[in-house]
Structures are given as structure tokens and as C-alpha cells.
């Protein structure tokens, strides 16, 4: 297993849209295994494969608390099949290090996946998990949650990404 490169904003490759994974292979495999390795490396709740330079539809997850087992999830081609409700929470993101903003969302979500058996799987989920799968998907759509911001909000993060990515330049 390796930990990956995580790519920043505004990578190009974080804007374009994923292509859907045709067979689920060992190196798909292998993939999520070094995916799930470098999320728990970073730490972060999820991850997906553009964020790593892979244009691929494939998503990690894991929203279980420090004292919980872990509650890992491999989503191959996961769609949103059901939302309900809403909810506003604050988001980070691994390749928009520290920067966080509210983001509106749906608060209950139906997703479908394929997992690593290739398996259809649906589950309905609520809250972190439910924000989390949003999230993620987005990214296999080119979309990060910097662009659900108003204008305003987004002209406000970029002078304050700008600062970030210089204090993140001089600690290396």
C-alpha cells in the first residue's frame, strides 16, 4: 500500500469530470487500497480518485469517530438515487487544505455503488456520512465545495487560499 500525492486546488484535473470505471480490476483494487491508506494518512473522512490525479469514479469513505471501528466504504460509480432535506455544515477538503465553509446540502441521501466485488449496493444515509457521499461525488463531477459558495464567499476564499498555500509553501 502507498500514500498518494493529494492534488490541490486548482488542479485541472479537479475540475474535470471522472470517467466511470469500466471492470473492477486487481489495480482498481490496489488503487483503493492506496486511497484508503493516504485518507487515513491526511486524516480525512473521504477521498476520491480525481483528488489523487486519477480521473476515475471511484470514492473512499470512513465517517466512524476516533473511538469507533472503522467503518470504511469503497464506492465504485456511486450515484445519488433519493436526497431529502437539507442541512448547512461546515466542510473542509483535503485538496483545499485550511480553508472550511458552510455548504447547503441534502440532508438524507439514497446512493448506488458497485463495490470491489462488484456488487450493486444501496444504502440511505443521514448527516456526516450523507454530507460526505455529496461531497465526494461532486469531485467525480469536477466540483469542489468551494464552487457551491456565493460569489461573494468565493472571492473572500480566494485571498485567503492564496495566503494558505504560501504558509503551506514555507512549512515544507
Known amino acids: 500500500m ?18 466511470p470505471v469500466t471492470e473492477i ?12 491508506e493516504t485518507m487515513y494518512a491526511a486524516p480525512g473522512v473521504g477521498l476520491a480518485a480525481p483528488q489523487i490525479g486519477i480521473s ?6 470512513d465517517c466512524s469517530g476516533k473511538d469507533e471501528p472503522p467503518q470504511l466504504i469503497t464506492a465504485v460509480n456511486p450515484e445519488i438515487v433519493e436526497e431529502e432535506g437539507e442541512c448547512c455544515e ?18 438524507r441521501v439514497k446512493v448506488r455503488f458497485q463495490d470491489l466485488q462488484d456488487r450493486m449496493v444501496e444504502i440511505e444515509t443521514e448527516g456526516l456520512l450523507a454530507v460526505a457521499f455529496q461531497h465526494e461525488i461532486d469531485h ?6 468551494v464552487d457551491h ?24
Open 2 to 19: 502507498a500514500i498518494l500525492k493529494i492534488l490541490h486546488y486548482p488542479d485541472p484535473v479537479l475540475a474535470k469530470t471522472a470517467e
Open 25 to 36: 480490476t486487481d489495480e482498481i483494487r490496489t488503487l483503493a487500497e492506496d486511497m484508503v
Open 56 to 61: 476515475q469514479r471511484l470514492i473512499v469513505l
Open 90 to 107: 461546515e466542510e473542509g477538503c483535503l485538496s483545499v487544505p485550511g480553508y472550511y465553509a458552510r455548504v447547503d446540502r441534502s440532508a
Open 140 to 145: 467525480l463531477n469536477g466540483v469542489l465545495f
Open 149 to 172: 459558495l456565493s460569489s461573494l464567499k468565493k472571492g473572500i476564499f480566494k485571498k485567503k487560499y492564496k495566503k494558505i498555500l504560501e504558509q503551506l509553501e514555507e512549512q515544507l
